[in-house]
């Protein structure tokens, strides 16, 4: 008598593994956007910190160039939800990043994501 093997996969293991990654990825394409922008907002207030003449400019000036930065790189509405502020004390300024998104996730779940960011412009 000979024993033979079975392999390869079964259609309802299949079909469980494509559901998984489905939510896995439905999950993800709703958390992956806030961070790409998130982080597109610490670059251009990384670049403001690295001009050449951040040291003789006044704060007025400084939140129009940001103002710039953000609308080149399609992300007004973090000036418009007062996403990033600054901090003045003396001659120093420090742009803060707090802020939180919430959205729903499915059906009644929501999920919330906080940043609390900062990055010193002028010291």
């Not at 309802?12 to 494509?18: N, T």
């Not at 609308?71 to 509405?77: E, F, P, T």
């Amino acid at each position: 008598m000979s024993k033979k093997l079975n392999r390869g996969i079964a259609i309802s293991d299949l079909l469980v593994w494509i559901v998984v990654i489905g939510v896995v990825t439905s999950v993800a394409l709703k958390f992956i956007p806030s961070y790409l922008e998130h982080r597109t907002a610490l670059a251009v207030v990384g670049d403001l910190a690295l001009a050449a003449d951040v040291e003789d400019i006044d704060i007025q000036e400084l939140k129009e160039r940001l103002s710039k930065g953000l609308r080149i790189n399609n992300l007004s509405n973090f000036q418009k939800q007062q996403r990033i502020t600054f901090e003045v004390e003396g001659k120093s300024i420090v742009a803060k990043l707090q802020y939180e998104i919430r959205d729903q996730l499915v059906a009644n779940i929501d999920y919330v994501i906080s940043f609390d960011d900062e990055k010193v412009i002028r010291d």
